[in-house]
């Protein structure tokens, strides 16, 4: 059982990337899958979260510019992130509930620089 991530690395501030998360051994199709972030000195907080139905809700800050998708037949769940700013820069985790318990991946690294 484990979330998989990938995609993270460096990027001026107005740029994109794309995350990609893998889940194995979970029922992916009737999980909610998201992405949370951690910045230096800050809490966790939650970016986007997808529903098996495909329903997302994002994080006041990264409306607009966060889309969240998911397939289930490939069991990924993915983050397009457009006009990237320097607060966008943390450690970028995969989530979704397995056993009344959080599961996160291995984390992915954003840098955005200005």
């Known amino acids: 059982v484990q979330l998989v991530e990938s995609g993270g690395g460096l990027v001026q501030a107005g740029g994109s990337l794309r995350l990609s998360c893998t889940g194995t051994?979970?029922?992916?199709?009737?999980?909610?899958m998201g992405w949370y972030r951690q910045a230096p000195g800050r809490q966790r907080e939650m970016v986007a979260v997808i529903t098996p139905g495909h329903a997302a809700n994002y994080a006041e800050s990264v409306k607009g510019r966060f889309t969240i998708s998911r397939d289930n037949r490939e069991k990924t769940v993915n983050l397009e992130m457009n006009g990237l700013k320097p607060e966008d820069t943390a450690v970028y985790y995969c989530?979704?509930?397995?056993?009344?318990?959080?599961?996160w991946g291995q984390g992915t690294l954003v840098t955005v620089s200005s």
């Open positions: 051994g979970i029922n992916f199709r009737t999980k909610n």
């Open positions: 989530w979704t509930n397995y056993n009344w318990e959080n599961l």
